[in-house]
């Protein structure tokens, strides 16, 4: 099943093409490295595929009830608010069923005998939702998560005004992870975390049973969590089943020439 559909989307700024006749399909599950040189449009088509930016040719559809997180660097985190508020921010549709059933509970004291038992029937329904979805767990989700990513070495109680660039991103990325959406968009997500949260966030995404689209410098991360490719240059978008390595060995076969991506001593993109 095809989560998410790109046809023939053509894209470029000024005289120069970024897209040319781009298709994409990502399926149920996948998890997908965006990979390609610096400036061959990996962020650009995030963006198309986000709303952020429109196409000059071709469409994007996304199925229904899909719900789409993407690690946006450049979010806003409001004054006062603490991390532990920004992480529960997470779950505010549980809170809002929460309010809700408490707000039956109360007009249950004085209903009519079908409003009663129409009020019986729906509390039951949100109960056993706020059950399911983990409602009342948060607290240890939120820090379980928190730790795995070293939120908790700084303390959830600090106000995010008080963080520094990469402590805000390291706030995103575990709030982003917390609303577990079907489909992820990571862009860079490995920035400002050390080795143990690396790992930790590669053993995370390597279990996910939803459907990612990553975008990583980090070869041997990228390589170790995606099992598709997909790979921009020269504006063409192409498609290879497998992991990193793979794709390595299927574009030397197609194109009659090894890709040569990474630096052997940073183990980063040369370019």
Known sequence: MSVLTVTNVTHGFGARQILDDASFRLLKGEHVGLIGANGEGKSTFLNIITGHLMPDEGKVEWSNQVTVGYLDQ?????KGMTIRDVLRGAFDSLYGIE?????????????????????????????????QRGFYEIDATIERTAQGLGLMDIGLDRDVMDLSGG???????TKLLLEQPTILLLDEPTNYLDVDHIKWLQNYLQNYENAFILISHD??????????IYHIEQAQLTRYTGDYYQFLAAYEVKNNKPYVPMSDNSKKWQI
Not at 74 to 78: A, R
């Open 167 to 173: 402590q805000r991103t390291k706030v995103l990325l």
């Open 74 to 78: 450049h979010s806003v985190l409001e």
């Open 219 to 228: 070869v041997e991360f990228l390589n170790s969590v995606v099992n598709v």
């Open 99 to 131: 309010q809700q059933l408490q707000d039956a509970y109360l007009e249950m004291g004085d209903c009519s005998e079908d409003r009663m038992n129409e009020l019986m029937e729906l509390t039951g329904e949100w109960q056993e939702m706020l059950e």
